[in-house]
């Protein structure tokens, strides 16, 4: 009788030419280590794939599940439709996004899981000691990284086997073994490297936060690149690791890559320590034309701050050399409401910008995961942290009309939203006020205005928020500014327009652009008006020529992007 395992990535981004790199990874390490499973394998399913249709005729045996952040409620719940639908299958789900830790009685209210691998765990090892615990009958706590419920699934146990995992044999050639996976596809996954050093608060990473780290051998990565350089378009290069450029070697990676293919290289986890290294990296792609721009992910300016997550990082001016030695654009990374933040402070990211000569930023909500450190009871009582389940979108989601389906994904997200250093309140004012100008900067709209030399942009940012916006716009553009400026949730990234004449569903950052863009000659007219109060000309030269860029965005120095031509004619 035929042993059918199916696995299920749910991820909304891969249109189906993302290279299935952990499936292979996994089935490639069964072959080394257990040479005589007779398990078979159904293609992979992914967020593209009409999985229930394809789990009811297969019916397999076992079903793996990846969940992360983006994809939990939604792959739980397939998850519970597939045990309806083959009630005595096996499903197992592994990670980084693992809530049986923090939510008691996980096991129970979620009773379609049967085991877990461990969220800092090697699937590839789990995968290949839980098949053949299955052929042989032998007790699960035998399989390293598992986590299982006990007999009343109230609680949960972890299996007593360890696994170091400095001893892991990276499988070798995983892309020709399993080729007819992997033509046509266009995407990459690069692992160069497992686990991450360092243990900053906020994150939680695939192979574990401080903890040593698990080099893939070079020969190997150079090798896998060759076979799909050669065999496939390879368009886009995504590398995974926590720390690229942390040794040596990780240059000699992109050498080979920019010598040898045209791909796009974005590099997730830069190192935090080697900024020499770094500096070779960056200079070479970005002179080869494989990575658009520098990003400073340095999470907030203020060293209070960086102190409370214990994050480990290059030092601004670090970042700063980097840049200004390589690249004529950086996009700053910084994290909302962290511990020590406050909303005066949330201004000086302009500042920053102009007096460095940035390009843009983007300040991100903390989502609290569930296993990363700040989790803990501890950290979170003693820097007063409260948060919130706001519904957060898929990338990509500008606006729908009301009537019918609304065309995005969301996905309740536990936000951070108070600690010791500021209020809910604070948060919310905080968090519109990056939603405003980040999109107005991204777009070019206070890039020059910002870069005036009579007032501060720290100074603008915050008359225009809590003065300009609210008291000095009329119309349309008026209505929209007060529904941005009051807008609260649960659907935090999406607003309701049905109260005004454009009757749609709006992302935050579409609606900041959408204020000025319904009317630009209006929009910085009156801000011409009211901006006389600085007695500058040059802003109110700059307020006077600024309709005119619109037309011709090229000189706003920004990325005229979002589709408005519907909600415009």
Known sequence: ?????????????????????????????????????????????????????????????????????????????????????????????????????????????????????????????????????????????????????????????????????????????????????VLGKTVLFLECSRGCPYKCVFCEWGGGTGSKVSFKPTTSILEDLEYLFKECDIEYIINTDANFGIIKRDLEIVQYIVKNSNATLDILGPSKTNPKILYQIFELLLAQENHSEYKMSIQDLDPEVNRNIKRKDLSVDEHLALFKGISSEARLELILGLPGATLDKLFDVHDFIVKHGLASYDRYLWVLLPTAPAYEKEYREEFKLGYENFNTIEEGFQFSPIEGAIDFKSNPSPIVTSSYSYTREDWITMYRCDILFMSWTFNGFMSKLFRNKDIRASVLAKDIYFDFLPNHLEGLQGELAKELLKHEGPNIEVVDLSNTELKINIHMRSLATLIVMLNPTYFFAQLGVWAQKYKSVEILEICASMPNLIEEPTGLGGNMTDPYSNLLK
Request: charged share 25%.
């Open 1 to 181: 009788m035929t042993k059918l395992i199916t696995y299920l990535n749910y991820n909304p981004v891969d249109d189906g030419s993302l290279i299935p790199y952990f499936w292979l990874s996994m089935k490639a390490y069964v072959q080394d280590n257990y040479p005589e499973s007779l398990w078979q394998y159904t293609k992979p399913l992914g967020y593209q794939d009409k999985v229930l249709e394809e789990i009811e005729k297969n019916a397999p045996n076992v079903v793996l599940a990846s969940l992360y952040v983006w994809n939990y409620d939604e792959t739980m719940k397939i998850l519970s439709e597939i045990k309806n639908i083959v009630p005595g299958v096996l499903i197992i789900v592994g990670g980084p996004h693992q809530l049986y830790k923090s939510e008691p009685g996980w096991f129970k209210t979620h009773n379609q899981i049967d085991l877990v691998c461990k969220e800092d765990g090697y699937g590839e090892v789990f995968f290949s000691e839980l098949l053949k615990t299955l052929d042989k009958g032998t007790s699960i706590t035998e399989i390293p990284f598992c986590v299982y419920p006990t007999e009343d699934r109230l609680e949960y146990r972890i299996s007593s086997t360890t696994f170091n995992k400095l001893d892991f044999k990276w499988p070798v050639n995983i892309f020709k073994r399993f080729k007819e996976e």
